[in-house]
């Protein structure tokens, strides 16, 4: 009795098990979700009015503070105000050694968005003291002092929330850390600050006046900053002096989110630029209070110049038209830019002038391609005890119950009314929308670039969740890059979005080493500093790093489905720059694809096996064209288009993916020819012996040869037919698009002409109709076999695609052609050609498989209708 044979696991089985394992490690984790309780607990009164404020370190600091000290409650101010405490702590610290003291100025503004941002200011500023070796001295309180300041020749009481922190290997080493409202600076931020100043040290004896150093981390915001150098242009100085006089180590004042530049914050840069008046090289009196000026950000007209040359590596510049409305007929328009800001801040106002200036200089034509439209902030209308009434008026609905069945079936689209904008911005889009078919219908390209420009990210989501559906091959850019954009729930929207910034959410390894990047640019601004400010040697240490942020470049990423993707400028990654570059890649991912993919062939190549000489040939033929992308891809990985496989930012994997696909249907038609003809010589051996070659293969000989020819020439075709297709339109406007049309019309009339003198008898046409009727069923079955040579076989099937070429070319012409947004021009070339390849091979293959089965078709029908003699 023989044993059965064991099963064991197939080929195809284990490859199935690695790949479901490779795809078990390419999906990522499910969201982060905590099991603590909430807390119901009340606090504790007493530690309120003892100035104590219950608070973790991360919690926002003026939230707290105003849940305690409502409107009207002066009094609990008052009785919680810990001025004179503090000011005997400043005197006991004073005396052990130096005192820092950091003032952070924020907004107190009563918005979402502002108070997300004043935790993230939180978090930044405890990261660098921890990484500079601070900890707090009461990690679960915060405290506040009142301070009566004069603001219009009234008295107001400016609630400063305040934390201790020391040294953890040296307690004489302490921090004392303000948080400042920065509203309560203005109109007169120099004034109010002597103030502060003056009340916190003014009655500290003055040999420990020069232990105290006292580092501004502000103004939060560019017009604070602006009015500051008003006030020193306005007779202020009394209040500098007053500062001078008091003998302090050191004021700096470090500006880390200000980004204006100098021609828009002072009268005259050359001369009025703080940093120019306020540097270690005036403090010449030692008993005076040394104040220096420090800002350790790129103002926007820097950050915005590093989007220029990326703008330009992607094809979009300003063309070469520079006389408006009077442009040679020969010139190449600009590109079609729109650029959408925030109007009520000064940075909104402030960044389409610079872009313009930046982009298109003096050229007058390019300023009119490039339009501006501008919004309000908080498009969503959410403020404090605000109600969503377009919303409301979406959902209310008519008592028809017939109405009511229809608006349940519609989309809930807000009403015009209430504070929110959404209806501004839908129509902002139909706007946009409008202006991208009018210039692609004048011109041949539509809008190729939206620049959205404002301060607040979730406007900026807002604006591309309306705008991306509406233009899909348009390039989008901004400013700051923040965490918020690369969000999985975001991606459709952000995806491949181009961001400038002067941080990234992670500083040098010698600046942050322990802290986790951060939620955007600003935090990381803000960190880099905190992180100055204390280091030992101050000012010097401020302006080393005010000398290493000139010394580099902002930093530009694309969104990518894993994250921020950072990308070399043209001389590669800034090695001075602040924001490291991304680790070093050896590109083994690509290699291990690569292996991946020789496996497979291997084990293909062992079931299939070459039937002959020209299969091999074309096998190896492929392979390399395959390598030889890839390894273009790898060379032009740092200096254009950038190589990653699963980010979603790089054009490689999708025209590998298209020269697979080219390959795969010269094998296809290959294939399918090598079936017809065996399958022909089968039945012509069955039926018609008389007629049978013999011995010799059909698939052999002169079929083989001609069939090698015609693949041969299918390639060039085409690239040829495809490549005119894709650049009429670009060559000629749709105002002149009777001049393309001409031209493929006597393209086309030379192909019928040539197909007259060279193809005779290949149409089906012909045949169909009876033509000729066959005598024989021996003369019915060659013509057959003359329809199927073939070289008919591609005159017919050629034609076809390019009448349907001729059409695609139409619809581009009138439509417009969407701009391929691949960085750099080699990589753009190739893109473009291996995607006209593609598009005409794959309806070469359809019209190629419509072929073949139309004569099987016409040839049964023929069969069935015609009677032939014996």
């Known amino acids: 009795m023989s044993t059965p044979a064991k099963n064991t696991p197939g080929l195809a089985f284990l490859f199935f098990l690695a790949m479901a394992g490779f795809g078990t490690y390419l999906i990522s984790s499910g969201p982060l979700e905590s099991s603590r309780p909430a807390s119901l607990g009340k606090d504790v009164p007493q530690l309120v009015r003892e100035g104590r404020i219950p608070a973790r370190l991360w919690q926002d600091p003026f939230r707290l503070l105003f849940e305690r000290l409502a409107t009207g409650k002066r009094a609990t101010a008052q009785a919680g105000n810990r001025l004179q405490p503090l000011i005997e702590e400043i005197r006991e610290g004073a005396t052990r050694g130096e005192l820092r003291v950091l003032a952070v100025m924020v907004s107190t503004a009563p918005y979402a968005e502002v108070e997300e941002r004043r935790r993230r200011r939180r978090y930044a500023v405890v990261s660098a003291l921890s990484e500079a070796g601070y900890a707090p001295v009461d990690a679960g309180h915060i405290q506040m002092f009142v301070l009566e300041s004069r603001k219009a020749g009234k008295s ?269 911005l839908r129509r902002l889009a139909d706007e946009i929308a409008r202006l991208d078919r009018l210039w692609r219908t004048r011109e041949g390209r539509g809008v190729q670039a939206i620049g959205i420009l404002g301060s607040d990210v979730y406007d900026k989501l807002l604006i591309l969740r309306a705008l991306r559906p509406r233009l899909t091959g348009t390039l989008f850019f901004t400013t700051d890059l923040d965490a918020a954009l690369l969000h999985p729930a975001e991606y459709p929207w952000t995806r491949n979005l181009l961001v400038s ?83 070093e890649r050896h590109l083994w991912r690509a290699w291990t694809l690569l292996a991946m993919l020789a496996a497979l062939g291997l084990l293909v190549f062992r079931q299939w096996r070459p039937r002959s000489r020209t299969e091999l040939i074309g096998l190896a033929i492929g392979s390399l064209l395959i390598l030889a992308l890839l390894a273009l891809a790898i060379v032009l990985n740092e200096q254009e288009e950038p190589l990653y496989l699963w980010s979603g930012v790089s054009v490689w994997p999708s025209l590998v993916l298209r020269l697979l696909a080219i390959l795969l249907v010269i094998h296809f038609v290959r294939q399918a020819l090598v079936a017809l003809e065996r399958n022909q010589c089968r039945l012509t051996r069955e039926w018609f012996p008389a007629m049978s070659p013999g011995d010799e293969s059909c698939a052999d000989g002169i079929a083989q040869q001609e069939r090698v020819a015609w693949l041969g020439r299918l390639i060039p075709f085409a690239i040829v037919a495809g490549g005119l297709t894709w650049y009429f339109p670009k060559l000629f406007p749709h105002v002149h698009i009777v001049v393309p049309l001409i031209l493929w019309g006597l393209l086309l009339g030379l192909w019928f002409a040539m197909l007259r003198r060279r193809f005779v008898g290949h149409a089906l046409a012909d045949w169909r109709d009876g033509g000729a009727a066959p005598t024989t069923a021996q003369d019915f079955w060659q013509c057959y076999l003359q329809l199927g040579r073939c070289r008919f076989r591609f005159a017919r099937v050629l034609t076809v695609t390019l009448v349907f070429q001729a059409f695609i070319m139409s619809v581009y012409l009138i439509f417009g052609l969407d701009h391929l947004p691949v960085r750099g021009e080699v990589s753009r070339i190739i893109s473009e050609v291996i995607l006209v390849s593609s598009e005409f091979l794959m309806l070469f293959l359809l019209f190629f498989s419509v072929d073949a089965s139309r004569l099987a078709i016409l040839f049964v029908r023929r069969l069935s209708r015609d009677r032939f003699r014996e």
């Not at 240490?541 to 990308?567: K, Q, T, Y």
């Open 156 to 424: 107001s009481p400016l609630p400063v929330p305040f934390e201790w922190y020391r040294r953890s290997e040296d307690p004489r080493g302490r921090v004392l850390l303000l948080w400042l409202d920065e509203g309560a600076f203005v109109p007169s931020p120099v004034k109010q600050l002597a103030d502060l100043i003056s009340g916190l040290f003014a009655h500290t004896a003055p040999p420990l006046r020069r232990q105290i150093r006292f580092n501004l981390i502000g103004p939060a915001r560019s017009a604070t900053l602006r009015r500051m150098a008003q006030d020193l242009d306005n007779g202020h100085r009394a209040d500098l002096d007053r500062i001078r006089r008091l003998g302090l180590a050191g004021l700096h004042v470090v500006s880390p989110t200000a980004t204006l530049p100098d021609e828009r914050i002072y009268a005259n840069p050359a001369r009025d630029a703080l940093q120019n008046r306020f540097n270690i090289a005036r403090c010449r009196q030692a008993e005076e209070t040394c104040i220096t000026f420090h800002r350790l950000i790129h103002d926007d007209r820097v950050v915005l110049s590093q989007l220029l040359p990326e703008l330009n590596r992607r094809g979009i510049d300003k063309g070469n038209c520079s006389v408006a409305g009077d442009c040679p007929a020969d010139a190449e328009p600009g590109a079609g830019i729109i650029l959408i800001s925030e109007l009520d801040t000064d940075f909104g106002r402030a960044l389409p002038e610079i872009f313009k200036a930046q982009f298109c200089g003096d050229d007058a034509a390019c300023k009119q391609r490039v339009r501006h439209y501008h919004f309000l902030r908080g498009i969503d209308g959410k403020a404090a005890n605000s109600r969503d009434l377009g919303l409301e008026g979406a959902a209310a609905g008519s008592p028809d119950p017939l109405a009511t069945l229809a608006e349940k079936e519609m989309p809930r689209i807000r009403r015009p009314v209430g504070p929110a904008q959404y209806d501004y």
């Open 501 to 583: 910034a002067s941080y990234g959410l992670r500083l040098a390894p010698d600046i942050q080493a322990r802290t986790p990047p951060f939620r955007n640019g600003y935090q990381s601004a803000v960190f880099h500093a905190v992180r100055a400010a204390l280091a030992p040697q101050v000012p010097a240490a401020l302006d080393a790093a005010h000398a290493r942020l000139a010394a580099s470049l902002p930093a530009l990423f694309e969104i990518g489905r894993h994250g921020a993707i950072r990308l070399p400028g043209a001389g590669g990654f800034d090695t001075a720059s602040l924001t490291p570059p991304p680790p």
